[in-house]
């Protein structure tokens, strides 16, 4: 199973962006119960930003960016979405997305089975 993402860009504090992110190799909705994006700053370690299940229905988000971030996957087209309003310079990172093959949230990296290459977000003050 691959993961590829995309959509990252420089932006301005208070635009939007939306990443993609494609798998392929397998039936997405059978083998990828839980989807989610992580990102990860220069000299910072990998930290969790939104879950999706695996028909859509239930997402997490980290508090930091609740109201702001919309987590969403389409089955059919094999491919999760970040929808990200209202950024902000700090959240200037490398972003990934992730899936695993088990039920229930899960924030940690090590929990995921397969990773994307990132996708470059800045987002200059």
């Known amino acids: 199973v691959q993961l590829q993402a995309s959509g990252g860009g420089l932006v301005q504090a208070g635009d939007s962006l939306r990443l993609s992110c494609t798998a392929s190799g397998h039936t997405f909705s059978n083998y990828m119960l839980m989807l989610s994006w992580f990102r990860q700053a220069p000299g910072k370690e990998r930290e969790f930003v939104a879950a999706v299940s695996s028909e859509g229905r239930i997402t997490y988000y980290a508090d930091s960016v609740k109201g702001r971030f919309t987590i969403s996957r389409d089955n059919a087209k094999n491919t999760v979405y970040l929808q990200m309003n209202s950024l902000k310079p700090e959240e200037t990172a490398v972003y990934y997305c992730?899936?695993?093959?088990?039920?229930?949230?899960?924030?940690?990296?090590?929990?995921?089975?397969?990773w994307g290459q990132g996708t470059q977000v800045t987002v200059s003050s």
């Open positions: 992730a899936g695993r093959r088990a039920v229930g949230k899960a924030v940690q990296a090590r929990d995921y089975d397969y």
